[in-house]
């Protein structure tokens, strides 16, 4: 029996389903499909995210205390509210705001930090977030990142961002550290609070971006805030410095510690940065530590590398 021929039609339209496969094949492996096609614009300061697991832990009493710190270190710095359900920044750092953006005034970031940001007690700016706007949160990766690059226009070379994240490990939560060129992560002692800080990590850890890969494991710190003592900020990093090891792969670095101190809670109730409340309390003294370790690590080196957090004796 002859072996089969196919006419000549469908023989041509073989060869054309053939050639399409094969030409799909070698588009799939071309480095010209994993090339971007725009070129990312050049971020012009870092951004810095405070995160938590939880809420309640003093994350954005940290952003704002390290905003007026870092502006009385000279450094120009604008504190973004990033929590765009409950935003409360202006509320913690003394300046209500009635006038806030929507998602559709971040369509133009420069216009919008032109048009609402305003200059906080303290010396730097504030660009209060959208209560009850949850739409900017959920931008996908790309455009949130390019958001960012075009906020930090507003303070250029030499400046910083600070982005006060909402808590938890949501995707705008995480979409923004992963957009971020560092992230302090907030936890204070308590047993709830270390388990939703280690909740972030993990998810972070385990996104397809992987936050946490070796070659951004060190733009993460944490930040125990609320402590008696030094050696009990040091005793829980050591509880999550091991579980990241044994459980991630991945080590975690303590950027620092805030201690317990009547006057921040009195600060707080006061709704004023306890910065300029109390600048010789226990509270603002270690904040103070903080914001030039963010001024020595993140911001001065900005131009130069890539910000880097290192473990707390490593760098001054």
Same mark, same amino acid.
């Given at each position: 029996m ?5 006419a000549?039609?469908?023989? *041509?339209r ?9 030409r799909a ?9 994993t090339?971007?096609?725009?070129v990312k ?7 810095i995210?405070i995160?938590?697991?939880?809420g $309640?832990v003093?994350k954005t009493?940290? *952003?704002v ?7 009385g270190?000279?450094?120009e710095?604008?504190?973004?509210d990033?929590?765009l ?8 750092a ?6 806030r ?12 930090v032109?048009r609402?940001a305003v200059?906080?007690?303290g010396g730097?700016?504030l ?12 931008v ?6 390019v ?18 994240t909402g808590?938890?490990? $949501?995707?705008?939560?995480t979409g923004?550290?992963?957009a971020?060129?560092? *992230?302090?992560l907030v ?6 609070a270390?388990t939703d ?7 972070l ?9 070796d070659?951004?494991?060190?733009r ?7 402590v008696?003592?030094?050696r ?9 410095s ?6 991630? $792969?991945?080590?975690? *670095?303590?950027f ?17 940065p306890?910065?300029?409340a109390?600048p010789r ?5 270690d904040l ?11 911001? $001065?080196?900005?131009a130069?590398s890539r ?5 707390v004796?490593a760098?001054?």
């Amino acid at each position: 029996m002859s072996a089969y021929t196919p006419a000549p039609d469908q023989a *041509a339209r073989l060869r054309s389903l053939v050639g399409a496969l094969d030409r799909a094949r070698a588009e799939r492996a071309s480095p010209e499909r994993t090339r971007p096609t725009s070129v990312k614009p050049a971020r012009c300061a870092p951004v810095i995210s405070i995160a938590s697991g939880k809420g $309640g832990v003093g994350k954005t009493n940290v *952003a704002v205390n390290l905003a007026v710190h870092l502006g009385g270190l000279g450094v120009e710095t604008l504190l973004v509210d990033g929590d765009l359900g409950t935003a409360n920044a202006d509320l913690v750092a003394g300046a209500p705001i009635q006038g806030r953006p929507t998602a559709a005034s971040f369509s133009d970031p420069a216009a919008t930090v032109s048009r609402f940001a305003v200059t906080a007690p303290g010396g730097y700016r504030l660009l209060p977030g959208s209560v009850g706007g949850g739409e900017l949160a959920m931008v996908d990766h790309e455009r949130r990142r390019v958001l960012l690059d075009e906020v930090t226009s507003a303070v250029g070379g030499g400046g910083a961002v600070l982005l006060d994240t909402g808590a938890g490990i $949501g995707p705008a939560v995480t979409g923004f550290i992963d957009a971020s060129d560092a *992230a302090l992560l907030v936890t204070t002692p308590e047993p709830t609070a270390i388990t939703d800080v280690y909740a972030l990590l993990k998810c972070l850890a385990t996104r397809p971006t992987d936050t946490l890969s070796d070659s951004g494991a060190d733009r993460l710190g944490l930040v125990v805030n609320l402590v008696t003592s030094e050696r009990e900020a040091r005793d829980v990093h050591d509880r999550l410095s091991r579980a990241c090891a044994r459980f991630l $792969g991945r080590e975690l *670095a303590l950027f620092g510690w805030v201690r317990r101190d009547s006057r921040l809670e009195a600060a707080v109730r006061a709704a004023q940065p306890v910065a300029l409340a109390s600048p010789r309390s226990l509270a603002a003294r270690d904040l103070g530590v903080l914001a030039r370790r963010l001024r020595t690590q993140l911001v $001065g080196s900005f131009a130069s590398s890539r910000p880097v957090i290192a473990q707390v004796g490593a760098t001054a």
